[in-house]
């Protein structure tokens, strides 16, 4: 029986799974946890990257002490983020998060050089004020003159246990670098960042062989026999792999701090009306395309948790908010303000004292009024998904954390006016896990692997109860103002 290993990083914890198929049935469990997050170093907010390596090898040698002495390893994480690696092959400083402050205005900057429509053009993806492409814009000219290797973040990961460098494309392409037409990174764009196209280890799609872990891990740490598999490493495009739609009358949304809604591809969308409503070609995994959304998700409930020490369970959480009237509030859930404020609370609660609008302040107001907008947000952007692609949806699938709150899944199913399917809520992991697993030919192709999730996992199905006349034009035209 061949045992795989899916190493899952998001931006608040990360975990090793254990995913075996048994009996026609892919079987998962959790072998190591643990917390990540940035802190302050200097001027800026960074990921602590060797924490994370170290807590891989104490993940791995939680599988060797089981027993197990030969696994298969993908390691997917967050996009946009970044490794600067010089030329004795080590890091020149920790990443810097996505959410630091640095690239606030920088869209501005670049597009005064190329504009809005000339960049989407050419890459498909969506103006994010945090993505690669800002990122690179605002580095350190010194570091950069010192870089051999920019790495993603996965990429770097599965480097510094193999030896071995690449740049996976799901990955690469929401660096807002990738040329649709070309397959490459933008020349032009790579220019104005002053940074060269033999920085960036050659690209390769999901499935690649990567290597085995070096000799020296083995040496410093009890390890089973590894060889990594480069998955589909940004963590959104495995979950859309691991996400059982069947057909193409179906969208995805994978909820968790980020909320990605979208739909599956096989041509990038990418004009006039995909750039107005400003969605994005992620590559994904197989010849695909993630046409999305990106939306706030569930960090707007984290913070507010944290606001209030941490004294609530998630759980406890959506059950008052539950207990709570929907939509007292309208908020714009994707507001600048809420994307890293020093307290969610207060940043909430001022924004409804700007607007006129009733202030939540208990727990289970605050994350009602946020899973109200997040469901406002979710119906709005199905209509719109629709629209632009021209074709119908009948269903939508959520996967990720978000999957098991069912009082956000029963709003979003009431206002969207649509079948919901929730889980599995490890669609991440699973989705590694089946690109390994048909890398090693145990499983056939992506239609077959999702097919094994339907059938290994427990789904559940919401239907529209109710409707809410006229929340979703109020919300729509709110909206609308705050644009213009």
Request: glycine share 8%; aromatic share 10%.
């Amino acid at each position: 029986m061949k045992t795989y290993i899916a190493v899952d990083i998001g931006a608040s914890s990360g975990r090793l799974l254990l995913g075996q198929k048994k009996a026609d049935q892919l079987v998962i469990e959790e072998v190591h946890r643990f917390e990540n997050g940035f802190k302050k170093e200097g001027q800026h907010d960074c990921w602590q990257i060797d924490y994370l390596i170290q807590e891989i090898f104490t993940g791995l040698e939680k599988v060797k002490a089981r027993g197990i002495k030969q696994v298969t390893l993908g390691i997917d994480t967050w996009a946009v983020d970044y490794v600067l690696v010089g030329d004795d092959g080590q890091k020149l400083s920790n990443p810097i998060s996505y959410r630091d402050a640095r690239t606030t205005e920088t869209i501005n900057k670049l597009t005064s050089r190329y504009s809005k429509a000339y960049i989407y053009e050419k890459t498909g993806i969506q103006f994010l004020n945090f993505n690669t492409l800002y990122q690179l814009y605002e580095e350190d000219r010194a570091l950069l003159a010192k870089t051999d290797k920019i790495l993603m973040v996965p990429d770097y990961l599965g480097y510094v246990l193999t030896g071995n460098s690449v740049t996976e494309v799901t990955n690469a392409s929401t660096t807002q670098m990738l040329n649709l037409r070309e397959g490459l990174f933008d020349q032009q764009l790579l220019e104005q960042l002053q940074v060269s196209q033999s920085q960036f280890p050659h690209l390769v799609d999901a499935g690649t062989y990567l290597g085995k872990i070096t000799n020296k891990w083995h040496r410093q740490y009890d390890l089973p026999e590894c060889d990594v598999i480069t998955v589909a490493t940004h963590d959104t495009a495995s979950a859309v792999v691991g996400t059982p739609g069947q057909g193409d009358d179906w969208a995805f949304l994978s909820s968790g701090t980020w909320s990605l809604i979208g739909r599956e591809l096989t041509v990038p969308e990418n004009g006039p009306m995909a750039f107005k409503e400003n969605y994005t070609n992620e590559w994904g995994a197989y010849g695909t395309y993630r046409f999305l959304k990106n939306i706030m998700g569930l960090w707007m409930v984290q913070q507010v948790r944290h606001d209030f020490d941490d004294q609530y369970s998630f759980a406890e959480m959506a059950q008052l908010a539950s207990q709570e009237k929907p939509f007292r509030q309208l908020l714009d859930v994707n507001h600048q303000r809420f994307i890293n404020p020093t307290n969610m609370t207060v940043a909430i609660q001022d924004y409804c004292r700007e607007t006129n609008q009733i202030v939540p302040e208990s727990i289970g107001q605050l994350v009602n009024a946020i899973y109200s907008n997040l469901a406002l947000d979710y119906a709005n952007q199905i209509g719109k998904l629709q629209t632009i692609t021209k074709k119908p949806l009948h269903q939508l699938n959520i996967v990720g954390g978000g999957s098991n709150i069912a009082y956000l899944n029963q709003l979003t199913s009431n206002l969207a006016q649509i079948k919901v399917i929730a889980g599995p809520g490890e669609a991440t992991a699973l989705g590694n896990i089946l690109v390994q697993m048909i890398s090693t030919k145990e499983v056939a192709d992506l239609a077959a692997g999702r097919a094994l999730v339907q059938q290994s996992f427990a789904l559940k199905t919401y239907l529209p109860e109710t409707d809410y006349p006229g929340v979703l034009a109020s919300y729509q035209q709110m909206l609308n103002q705050e644009e213009h």
